[in-house]
């Protein structure tokens, strides 16, 4: 997760990055085990698709200062894909 955040340039200040990744990690475990959140469209499906809508749900207790949200998403759903969460 570190380092898809540094390959997405997902920070700035560095204010939020921490809890940022801490959370992402922990997201991905969720998801992974099949806990749904208020916009998985099928509760009952086993794997929960990690949309782009599905990760901004799953991260929008975390909050930012600088705007680096562009890239948040993208760099969670690359670690995601590549199976590399930590």
Known sequence: MQRSFIEHDAF???YCTPG???????????AKAGWPSH???????????????????RMSGNLCRCGAYANIVP???E???????R
Request: hydrophobic letters at 40%; one cysteine or more.
């Open 20 to 30: 940022q990744i801490v959370s992402a990690v922990g997201m991905l475990e969720e």
């Open 79 to 85: 670690a995601a894909e590549a199976g590399r969460p």
């Open 39 to 57: 916009v998985t469209r099928d509760v009952s499906a086993g794997e929960m698709p990690l949309t782009d809508e599905e990760i901004r749900e």
């Open 75 to 77: 760099a969670i759903r």
């Open 12 to 14: 700035q200040c560095g």
